[in-house]
């Protein structure tokens, strides 16, 4: 029995202690409190929980078992939901443009309701790639104890007739599927048979996506309790491991320990350097730096590129890849991985983590890289690496004077030189490669898609999955100042800043330009001559924000460059 009286309630004690918060107590019985509960910190549990998408459609359950270890450790829970929407729907639509934003509404709503009532800390649980982030915004912002519980991984999926599970399927192999359609390489029946099979149950998207990837980050930030991102959805791990993270946040209050005690600068180079290895998102960039805002850590886009130079990339993982989240889960996960870089000097050991241990001390019982099964090629060997240098590339040139992320793995080579092909909308871009438009040698250019002109920084999914299904993938590259899912692959750069909405020469390229990208200098340039650069700059007419009015409007007023995160609440 804990002694529920030591426990701190430094923000919770305001509203409920004293005669004159009656009516406080009195609303918090109608919903379940006893007097008892009035002497326990109360924690919210802020979840995601939704029917709209696999990734968070049984947060509802495992909230439970928050609340269980809440409870259990002495804290009162209490539960709130807030608002998710999925990329995985809303791909290639209008409705894409609130993808983005919703990570920033995430925020505000879970900063909104726990500052509200007073909660003394939280347990936030989400699984798509805007919950996540935004739900680390809030927690960053509100610097009461807490633990950022991930939802889990979802299995693959497989065709009738793959008994021995050889081409394991995810939402991504649906994206290519429909290139593949529309080259005619599989009929309708077939697009059918992969649209039925790719989504098996709960979880969120099966590759080094963003959700998976962002997972990691955050483990690997401290923010989450060791071993909890590489966990499936479904199962008793991931049960067990909400139960822990209820127990510890009422464990952090005890110990006042905050998430800004965790989430240091040097945390954040530790995140940096599990996703870089693993071969995570471009997204990672994008909510890294908005964290990191929230935080008030200094981050900005040329860390990434220096701690990039001496991180090799060693995760043979979807979307570049072979293997599935649900495959590393089998083989023990990124801890080893994570022992393996640290013996190297590449991560802090002496960060906190929620789990009350330092990151050393967490990894302590870890074997290094030994402990995964010798037949294993998912996490290469340090000396035997996918590539030597990381597969982000912060790129900048006249065509990106404040910066671009590229996603080049080197399986597509370096270096790309050739022929510009302007889009000025996704859809645009996709029907063109549909149509069979785009061909070899060709830099599809898809512009006016940055975080104002979308408004809302779309990823370019159905383009590049697109251009994948057409065969396309090694002859053709794409650049946009939008941004790319975690299952896009290819020569892709994207997050050009500044954006064609705002001014940025992205604006001024015309088709049939050369476009020049190369991967180690990181350099991105339109080659025309000084002269008709500067000419076709004072002639442009950039089209301003992409809508004026409600959420989107208010996001493209407030929100700042790509490459810084693209925050709605800088510089106010
Ligand atoms: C739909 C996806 C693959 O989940 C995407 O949203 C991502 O960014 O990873
Ligand atoms: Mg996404």
């Known amino acids: 029995m804990s002694d529920l009286t030591s426990i701190p309630r430094p923000h919770s004690s305001v509203v409920v202690d004293g005669n004159d918060r009656a009516a406080a107590r009195s609303m918090l019985r109608a919903v379940g409190f006893e007097d008892d509960d009035f002497n326990k910190p109360q924690i919210a549990v802020a979840s995601a929980a939704s029917d709209m998408t696999p990734c968070n459609v049984h947060l509802g359950d495992l909230s439970e078992h928050a609340r269980t270890g809440i409870a259990a450790a002495g804290g009162k829970p209490v539960y709130f939901n807030t608002i998710t929407v999925t990329d995985g729907i809303s791909m290639g639509t209008q409705g894409m443009r609130y993808s983005l934003v919703s990570r920033e509404v995430i925020a505000d709503s879970i900063e909104t309701a726990v500052a509200a009532e007073g909660f003394d800390g939280l347990v936030a649980i ?41 081409r394991p399927l995810d939402i991504v192999s649906v994206f290519e599927a429909v290139g593949k359609h529309a080259k005619g390489e599989l009929d309708d029946a077939g697009l059918k048979a992969v649209e039925k099979a790719a989504i098996p149950g709960p979880g969120s998207c099966g590759g080094m996506y963003t959700a998976n990837t962002m997972a990691s980050a955050i483990e690997a930030m401290g923010m989450s309790l060791p071993n909890s991102s590489a966990q499936l959805a479904v199962g008793e791990e991931k049960r067990k491991d909400c139960e822990r993270a209820g127990a510890a946040v009422v464990a952090m209050l005890k110990n006042d320990l905050k998430p800004r005690d965790i989430m240091t600068r040097e945390a ?60 590393l889960v089998r083989i023990g996960g990124i801890r080893p991985m994570m022992k393996m870089l640290l013996d190297r000097g590449l991560l802090h050991g002496d960060c906190m983590t929620v789990s009350g241990q330092t990151m050393a001390e967490s990894l302590a019982d870890v074997k290094p890289y030994g402990a995964y099964p010798t037949e294993q090629d998912i996490i290469h060997p340090w000396d035997q690496p996918i590539k030597t240098e990381t597969h982000l590339r912060v790129l900048r040139g006249n065509l990106a004077p404040d910066g671009a992320v590229g996603k080049i793995t080197g399986k597509e080579g370096l270096y790309f030189k050739g022929t510009a092909k302007v889009y000025e909308s996704e859809e645009d871009a996709l029907q063109g490669i549909l149509r ?68 940025g020469p992205i604006g001024i390229v015309a088709s049939g330009d050369t476009i020049e990208i190369d991967a180690v200098k990181n350099t991105i340039s339109v080659l025309i001559s000084d002269d008709v650069y500067a000419a076709r700059m004072a002639a442009f007419k950039p089209r301003g924000p992409g809508a004026t009015r409600g959420v989107l409007g208010k996001y493209a007023k407030l929100v ?13």
């Open 126 to 166: 989400g699984g798509c790639d805007k919950n996540m982030p935004g739900a680390m915004i809030a927690i960053a912002r509100l610097n009461r104890p807490a633990v950022f519980i991930y939802g889990g991984t979802i299995l693959p999926g497989f065709l009738a007739g793959d008994e021995h599970h050889e």
């Open 268 to 327: 954040f180079e530790n995140a940096i350097t599990v996703c870089l290895a693993l071969g995570g998102s471009t997204n990672l960039i994008l909510h890294l730096l908005a964290i990191a805002h929230a935080a008030e850590v200094p981050l900005a886009l040329d860390d990434f590129k220096t701690i990039g130079e001496r991180v090799p990339l060693l995760g043979d993982l979807k979307p570049f890849g072979k293997y599935n989240m649900s495959h």
């Open 436 to 503: 069979g438009d785009v061909v070899k040698g060709d830099v599809v250019v898809i512009r006016n898609e940055g975080p104002v002109g979308g408004p809302g920084m779309r990823e370019m999914l159905s383009p590049t999955a697109a251009v994948a299904g057409r065969g396309l993938i090694k002859d053709v590259a794409l650049i946009t100042d939008g941004r790319f899912s975690g299952g896009s692959h290819g020569f892709d750069v994207g997050h050009i800043t500044p954006e064609a909405a705002n001014g």
């Open 560 to 572: 700042a460059s790509a490459s810084e995160g693209a925050v709605t609440d800088k510089g106010l």
